[in-house]
């Protein structure tokens, strides 16, 4: 059984919700373990922008080529939507 992720993803551009923790030249693909945690972080974090963002769902089987596609160095799972609390792991 595959597990499924949640990503927001720009309307206007198509560009996923990334972030830099550390270095502005690494990003990570920000991914969330429900919908409803996704949309908690847009509403908490982006409320002015949610109209242009959306929420996706993704395989966890097609995450490796997603991040080779779009360059990410890794991804960012959301434990908490809220304060944010994200754990950051680097593909190798």
């Known amino acids: 059984m595959t597990e499924i992720y949640y990503l927001i993803r720009s309307k206007t551009d198509g560009k996923y919700l ?10 990570y693909l920000l991914l969330f373990n429900e919908d409803f945690d996704a949309m908690s972080y847009l509403n908490t974090h ?19 080529g997603l991040m080779k596609r779009w360059g990410f160095v890794g ?13 950051f792991l680097q593909r190798s």
Do not use: T, W
């Open 18 to 27: 990334a972030a830099r923790p550390d270095d502005h030249e690494k990003s």
């Open 46 to 64: 982006a409320g002015d922008l949610a109209n242009k963002l959306g929420v996706e769902s993704i395989s966890g089987s097609q995450i490796s």
């Open 75 to 87: 991804i960012g799972i959301v434990s908490d939507p809220l304060l944010p609390k994200i754990e």
